[in-house]
C-alpha cells in the first residue's frame, strides 16, 4: 500500500496544514465506519426479511420441486449475505484502525512539529481483528444453517413422498 509522507518543519502555518489534513483524513475514516455499519445493519434487515418471506412462501407449495428450488435460492441468498456482512466487519476494522492512527500521527503533529510522519491511507492489518463470532455474524450463521435446513427438510420430503 501507498505511504503519504508530511514533511516536518516547525513553520506555524505548515503545522496547521498538517493538522487539518490528519483531522479530515480521520473525520473521512469515521465516516466511512458510519456508513458501512449502515449498509450491514441494512444487509440484516433485508436478509431477515428475505429468510421469513422466503420460508414462508414455500411452505405453500406443493409440488416438491418448486419448494427444493426456492429452498436452493434461500440457502444460496443467505450465503451471499453471511460473506458480504464479513466483508464489511472486515472494513470496519481496518477504517477504525485507520482512524486510531490518524489520531496518533495528529498527536505526533502536535507535539513534536519537526518530526517526518509517514502513513497509508488504509490500514489493512485493522481487518485482522475482526472477530468471527461476533453478535452479527452468528444471526447469518444462523440464516445459512436455516436455509441448509429448509432445503434438508424438502429434499427428505420429496425423497419420503
Known amino acids: 500500500m501507498k505511504e503519504y509522507i508530511l514533511?516536518?518543519?516547525n513553520e506555524r502555518e505548515s503545522v496547521d496544514r498538517r493538522i487539518s489534513l490528519l483531522t479530515t483524513l480521520l473525520n473521512d475514516a469515521n465516516q466511512k465506519c458510519e456508513h458501512i455499519s449502515e449498509l450491514r445493519?441494512?444487509?440484516l434487515n433485508y436478509a431477515l426479511i428475505i429468510?421469513?418471506?422466503v420460508f414462508t412462501f414455500t411452505m405453500k407449495f406443493s409440488t416438491a420441486l418448486y419448494s427444493l428450488f426456492v429452498s436452493i435460492v434461500l440457502l444460496s441468498l443467505m450465503t451471499v449475505f453471511c460473506l458480504l456482512d464479513r466483508r464489511f466487519?472486515?472494513?470496519i476494522h481496518g477504517w477504525r484502525k485507520t482512524a486510531r492512527m490518524f489520531i496518533e500521527?495528529?498527536?505526533t503533529v502536535i507535539n513534536d512539529p519537526?518530526?517526518?510522519i509517514s502513513f497509508p491511507r488504509y490500514l489493512e492489518e485493522g481487518e485482522k481483528t475482526?472477530?468471527?463470532f461476533a453478535f452479527q455474524p452468528i444471526i447469518f450463521y444462523f440464516l445459512v444453517l436455516g436455509g441448509f435446513?429448509?432445503?434438508v427438510y424438502f429434499i427428505i420430503s420429496a425423497i419420503t413422498k
Do not use: D, I, N, P
Open 130 to 132: 475482526a472477530e468471527v
Open 51 to 53: 429468510f421469513a418471506g
Open 114 to 116: 519537526t518530526q517526518e
Open 7 to 9: 514533511k516536518g518543519t
Open 41 to 43: 445493519q441494512r444487509s
Open 149 to 151: 435446513g429448509h432445503l
Open 89 to 91: 466487519h472486515k472494513y
Open 105 to 107: 500521527k495528529a498527536s
